[in-house]
């Protein structure tokens, strides 16, 4: 495994602890802000950064095309965070972030036809293992619509938009730097959320709300991005998607500490399966 590689999967893991945080993180904002402000601030902040690479970028955009498949990244990437707010309105953290999780089962497929990669059989225990371990982690149950709520609902539809988020980084992130890509399609996420706030009151903040949603824009939106923006250079969206598994992981961890949620005996089973889908991943890379 090279170098580069190795400091892929660093700063992906990285980026799966921060996101890790934020699930809780915007079950609290909620309680104070609606959906949308959440979203219009949590793009702003990352924004200010981004606008001045997108400017020293600027030679990409005389191709018509990259503006094209640029502002279907900042839209799929805007979906994603809807779907996700919106979906933490009516579920917890925890269930919230296995569900998002379920993205490490379409990006595999959905890499099949954009990217034609071809998914060997250790990925596809890897990604069975994941999927069971999701279910068991998110208490859903196959047989029944009853155990989906709405705000469950709505995160599957996330889990698929970060799928296609993922892939189509993958595509455009070999023909141009990635920190523009990046940059790019957040500051198309953020257009998309201020034709929204005309509908929502004045936003009322105080230094913790601030800070949080800063933390939200800066951290977990514009470098975490940017670390998967990079990483994708260098290691396959399948690989990236079984390396997200932890992120799950991580919610739960702070979903504990900040709501005391904690897991039954079918949590603890899913989680030991997710780990299990990483060490046949380790495994494989040592080779």
């Known amino acids: 495994m090279t ?91 925890t269930k919230s972030a296995f569900i998002t999780g379920l993205y490490i089962v379409f990006t595999p497929i959905l890499a099949t036809f954009f990217l034609k990669e071809r998914i060997k059989l250790h990925y596809i225990i890897a990604l069975n293992l994941s999927l069971i371990g999701l279910f068991f982690l998110s208490n859903i149950d196959l047989r029944s619509l009853a155990s989906l709520n709405i705000g469950d609902l709505l995160t599957i539809l996330c889990a698929v938009a970060f799928a296609f988020q993922i892939v189509l980084t993958e595509l455009l992130v070999k023909n141009m730097e990635p920190l523009f890509v990046t940059s790019f399609e957040i500051l198309i996420a953020f257009l998309f959320t201020i034709p929204f706030m005309v509908f929502n009151p004045p936003v009322l903040l105080n230094s913790t ?31 990236a998607s079984l390396i997200f598994v932890l992120e799950p992981v991580f919610a739960y961890l702070f979903s504990f500490i900040i709501f ?26 040592r080779e």
Request: positive net charge; aromatic residues 18%; without cysteine.
């Open 260 to 285: 005391r949620e904690v897991l039954n005996l079918k949590g603890i089973i899913g989680a030991f399966l997710i780990i299990a889908s990483m060490v046949i991943i380790a495994i494989y890379n």
């Open 209 to 239: 709300l601030i800070l949080s949603v800063a933390f939200l824009g800066i951290f977990a939106s514009f470098l975490a991005i940017q670390a998967e923006s990079v990483s994708l250079r260098y290691i396959d969206s399948t690989e």
């Open 3 to 93: 170098i580069r590689k190795v400091l892929a999967l660093m700063f992906l893991i990285i980026a799966t602890f921060i996101w890790g945080i934020t699930f809780p993180l915007v079950k609290y904002i909620l309680q104070y802000l609606s959906e949308f402000q959440l979203l219009f601030l949590r793009f702003l902040f990352a924004s200010l950064i981004g606008i001045f690479i997108v400017f020293k970028g600027r030679k990409y955009l005389k191709n018509w095309k990259n503006i094209f498949y640029l502002s279907l990244l900042g839209l799929s990437l805007y979906i994603a965070f809807v779907f996700q707010t919106v979906g933490l309105r009516y579920t917890t953290p």
